[in-house]
């Protein structure tokens, strides 16, 4: 079964430091992963997005990893700010006749002052 | 300003009503989805459609309804075979048929009954 696992479910940071969400899939044919960023009561926004050959993308402060061998990925968000707080969402793309999404439930990360 | 239009932001129905919620996206996308998010759940995929005159079922169907009239526009109507429609609904676009093929979503509507 197509599925995908992100922990920790929330998580409270202060304001400067690093933290690192973590994504777990079991997704096949994989196509690709990408990390979204979601305001409360707004769309999703991505983040990043890696293929198959891809175990590295930066954007600004988030950096995503991919290790496809054992279908994790993780985002890593440097120095944090109270913008950050919001909900991530890592979502893995599949080909089955068309593109399909698996969204995860996301981790909602607070960051406080 | 390109992008993906949901509206409205709010919407509230009664029982036994049908509501319609409208998406507008003017990226040129071939690909539309509606999905529908619950606390504590991940997305779900309500319907999509890869083509004008042409969607398809997607993992939560009942109970909805959609079209696809016009590349740009992509409706969504909860009617009121769908027992629990108090949910947040997003609708998103995608060029279908590319590898890194990235979904824009829009900003959602909160569709509450009373």
């Known amino acids: 079964k197509n599925q995908v696992e992100q922990s920790p479910q929330s998580l409270i940071i202060l304001e400067g430091k690093n933290c690192t969400l973590q994504?777990?899939?079991?997704?096949?044919?994989?196509?690709?992963l990408r990390w979204y960023k979601q305001d409360t009561g707004r769309g999703p926004v991505s983040l990043t997005i890696?293929?198959?050959?891809?175990n590295t993308k930066s954007n600004g402060r988030y950096t995503a990893t991919l290790d496809a061998d054992t279908k994790q990925s993780s985002l890593h968000i440097t120095a944090s700010q109270l913008s950050d707080s919001a909900s991530y969402i890592c979502?893995?793309?599949?080909?089955?006749?068309?593109?399909?999404?698996?969204f995860g439930t996301g981790t909602r990360l607070k960051v406080l002052a | 300003d390109g992008g993906i239009t949901q509206s409205p932001k709010y919407l509230f129905r009664k029982e036994g009503q049908n509501v319609t919620l409208s998406c507008e996206q003017n990226?040129?996308?071939?690909?539309m989805y509606w999905y529908r998010q619950d606390p504590g759940q991940g997305l779900r995929l309500i319907y999509y459609?890869?083509?004008?005159?042409?969607?398809q079922k997607g993992d939560i169907a009942e109970g909805y309804s959609v079209s696809r009239e016009k590349k740009e526009s992509f409706p969504l109507t909860v009617t009121s075979a769908q027992k629990n429609p108090t949910a947040f609904y997003l609708c998103?676009?995608?060029?279908?048929?590319?590898?890194?093929?990235?979904?824009?979503f829009g900003q959602g509507t909160r569709l509450t009954v009373v």
């Open positions: 998103a676009s995608s060029i279908v048929a590319r590898l890194n093929t990235e979904a824009f």
């Open positions: 994504c777990n899939y079991t997704v096949s044919p994989f196509s690709n």
């Open positions: 890696m293929t198959f050959s891809e």
């Open positions: 979502v893995v793309s599949f080909y089955s006749g068309t593109y399909k999404y698996i």
């Open positions: 990226l040129n996308h071939d690909a």
């Open positions: 459609s890869q083509i004008v005159n042409d969607f």
